[in-house]
């Protein structure tokens, strides 16, 4: 057979990077080699982001440059994958003619029968892949493929039920399919297996795990979780069950989780997280904003009220929690008041970071409807305010780990030789002196110094 090799970039969120993996174990399974760079490879492909406009721009970008290849190449293969995929599966075609093939996220178990086609039948015709009968996990071809490092991703639920009026994910990604625990717990004993030892189960709301399994079972909502722990707390598997059961049947060092909708985040997880030895002390919790109006209009499903009255809950239990949030500024409608109020949050909060997002307009979504209104250079400004408030916030939070024993798991070489770079349990990145020889050990720091984005330390004798 003669081997072939694939380049493969990823845009977009951790979901995407996890996918991209399962796409180049089931290619590497099927005799491909991974390429280093595009110029290198007989198959190009994008796993591509539709959650703001620029990440489209991107990849559209990106692929356009990639299309020159062809002139020489004629048998190159460029496929898009991912999200942008699933939305542009036309426009995609109109706007870059050089590429083959596209497939969605529901589609990337196709990829190797397509691409076989493709290379068999040396077919120049484009192959459409969107829209697919999703192919169930039974029936993945074989192959396991991960990033070598300290870290894997576990997907535990695809899909979004959520309807927050900006977002796109639920067009991309379908409903919302837990996968069942028996396999998340196999999947993970076998990484701790293979030396990984910090573990991040994924999905776009982790909070509403157990809703909806493949077979069809699964508590169906909020009033079906509620009736259930009502009957028995004990036998509902939702994601604080997950938690202790992933807890007590791995050896997992370090576990945690993303995203966390505030709205499905309730005191049963605070205690699992206070319960479970290797649940680390870290919650993303994205806000979006501290404007009640605005919460309201985003569909957010909860009040900045409530939001913080969980993050005291939260605190009560866990009082080293490390907070991160999502914020996007320039929605619709956006009054200074309303930006005032999410800045007020953001101190009441005090994350450990943030990540601010301009409001994208995505076509289709209910917030698209609406008068993006609010002008450029005004959500330049807020943007700008918000990341100086939250370097600030940033600084002090670190500031409180200094002179401080923090547990670090290196990850390896830092930008500077004789320092090496690990995080903490509550997510924070610390630079180390020493060596190679601390690579992907755990060690006890002594931190010596913070900025607002990085720990420094020595290794405790
Ligand atoms: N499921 C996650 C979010 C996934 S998208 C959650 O609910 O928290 C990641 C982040 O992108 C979101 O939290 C939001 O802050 C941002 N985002 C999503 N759609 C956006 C849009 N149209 N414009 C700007 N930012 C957006
Ligand atoms: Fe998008 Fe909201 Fe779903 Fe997150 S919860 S993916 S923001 S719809
Ligand atoms: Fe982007 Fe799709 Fe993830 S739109 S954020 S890659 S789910």
Redo the contacts with the bound molecule.
């Keep these: 057979m003669n081997s072939k090799t694939v380049f493969l970039q990823t845009y977009g969120c951790q979901m995407n990077e996890r996918d991209s993996e399962e796409v180049l174990g089931m290619l590497t399974a099927q005799g491909y080699e991974i390429a280093q760079a595009p110029e290198q490879a007989d198959v190009i492909l994008l796993n591509t982001c539709s959650v703001r406009e620029h990440a489209e721009e991107r990849a559209f970008g990106k692929m356009g440059e990639l299309s020159v290849l062809k002139r020489e190449r004629p048998e190159l293969v460029l496929g898009i994958i991912g999200c942008m995929a699933k939305l542009h599966q036309d426009a995609i075609f109109k706007r870059l003619p050089k590429v083959d093939l596209v497939a969605g996220p529901a589609e990337l178990y196709d990829l190797p029968y397509l691409l076989a086609e493709i290379h068999e039948k040396r077919q120049r015709g484009k192959v459409m892949a969107v829209g697919r009968a999703f192919r169930p996990l039974e029936q993945k071809p074989a192959g396991e493929y991960r990033r070598p490092g300290v870290g894997a991703f576990v997907t535990i639920m695809e899909g979004?039920d959520?309807?927050?009026t900006y977002?796109i994910?639920?067009k991309t990604r379908g409903q919302e399919v837990s996968r069942p625990a028996e396999e998340i717990i196999h999947e993970i004993a076998r990484l701790v297996e293979a030396g990984y030892q910090d573990i991040t189960l994924l999905g776009?709301?982790v909070n509403s795990y157990g809703k909806r399994f493949p077979d069809g079972t699964g508590y169906k909502g909020p009033l079906g979780r509620l009736r259930l722990l009502e009957e028995d707390p004990e036998t509902l598997l939702d994601f604080p069950t997950l938690l202790r059961l992933i807890d007590r049947r791995t050896n997992v060092k370090r576990l945690r989780f993303t995203?966390s909708?505030p709205f499905d985040a309730h005191e049963r997880l605070f205690e699992a997280m206070r319960d479970c030895r290797s649940v680390c002390d870290w919650l993303h919790l994205p806000v979006q904003s501290g404007s009640n109006r605005l919460l309201r209009a985003m569909r957010r499903g909860y009040t900045r009220e409530a939001y913080l009255d969980k993050v005291s809950r939260l605190r009560e239990l866990v009082p080293d929690i490390s907070l991160s949030t999502d914020i996007i500024i320039g929605f619709p409608g956006e009054t200074d008041d309303d930006f005032e109020q999410t800045a007020r949050l953001m101190r009441e909060v005090e994350y450990d970071s943030a990540f601010i997002f301009k409001y994208s307009p995505r076509p289709g979504t209910d917030a698209a409807a609406r008068e993006d209104d609010v002008p450029r250079e005004v959500k330049e400004a807020r943007n700008q305010t918000l990341l100086t408030l939250q370097d600030e916030i940033s600084q002090k939070r670190l500031q409180r780990f200094e002179g401080r024993e923090v547990e670090v798991l290196i990850e390896g070489q830092a930008k500077r030789p004789g320092q090496m770079f690990g995080r903490t349990r509550g997510n924070h990145g610390v630079v180390v002196t020493g060596d190679a020889e601390l690579a992907e050990r755990l060690v006890t720091v002594r931190i010596t110094r913070a900025l607002p984005h990085t720990l420094f330390g020595e290794v405790a004798a």
């Design positions: 979004c959520k309807s927050c977002c994910v639920p776009q709301n995203t909708h």
